[in-house]
């Protein structure tokens, strides 16, 4: 099973809104409305961020917005704060009865 | 307090073998599907398996390239998910997460939602 595909890096200033692409295929992304989002900051363990391709679990910014279009998916951040600063990781259910993530997207907030 | 402590990372020689640990509180660890997770030094996520409930059939599913090396398993009357970690490579080196899958009224979300702290194996002669 292939990574998903995803910018390695994006940046935007405080305030902006920024898009992070993750693409897969008609195994995973494409095939199922399992799409998760995860928020990692250095040293940290991976936070659950988007569900669902769309939900927001409780607790987390409406900032966080997820859509999916065909293969690809994505996650937008409006309002960027100082603190979005970190890496994000896709994931999709796959076919296989297995799960697969991206590579994984360092955001830069200038 | 709700959490998942991992425990058992240590440096190992290649072809060796390694069991870890991940400790449950504050949930109802009998219902939870559990995952492990691994991450590289400075890379990405890397899936590496699922243990279904037993209410579910205790299902288990691995990512291909530790199947048959890497063995889940659970001890629900001490709240403990296990790896067992055999023929291990230099390629198995990685902090090790469990996870557990979020679930809400029976369902199950097929999303990494409670994460434990992370254990470190280091496969190195």
């Known amino acids: 099973q292939s990574a998903l595909t995803q910018p390695a890096s994006v940046s935007g200033s405080p305030g902006q809104s920024i898009t992070i692409s993750c693409t897969g295929t008609?195994?995973?992304?494409?095939?199922?409305?399992?799409v998760t989002w995860y928020q990692q900051h250095p040293g940290k363990a991976p936070k659950l961020m988007i569900y669902d391709v769309t939900n927001r679990p409780s607790g987390v910014s409406n900032r966080f917005s997820g859509s999916k279009s065909g293969n690809t998916a994505s996650l937008t951040i409006s309002g960027l704060q100082a603190e979005d600063e970190a890496d994000y990781y896709c994931?999709?259910?796959?076919?296989?009865?297995?799960?697969?993530f991206g590579g994984g997207t360092r955001l830069t907030v200038l | 307090e709700v959490q998942l402590v991992e425990s058992g990372g240590d440096l190992v020689e290649p072809g060796g073998s390694l069991r870890l640990s991940c400790a449950a509180s504050g949930f109802t660890f009998s219902n939870a599907w559990m995952h492990w997770v691994r991450q590289a030094p400075g890379k990405g996520l890397e899936w590496v398996g699922r243990i279904k409930s037993k209410t579910n059939g205790g299902t288990i599913d691995y990512a291909a390239p530790v199947k048959g090396r890497l063995t889940i398993s659970r001890d629900d009357s001490k709240n403990t998910l296990f790896l067992q970690m055999n023929s291990l490579k230099t390629e198995d080196t990685a902090v090790y997460y469990c996870t557990t899958d979020k679930v809400n009224s029976g369902t199950y979300y097929n999303a990494f939602d409670l994460w434990g702290q992370g254990t470190m194996v280091t496969v190195s002669s």
């Open positions: 994931s999709s259910y796959t076919s296989s009865t297995a799960w697969v």
């Open positions: 008609s195994s995973d992304v494409g095939g199922y409305n399992y």
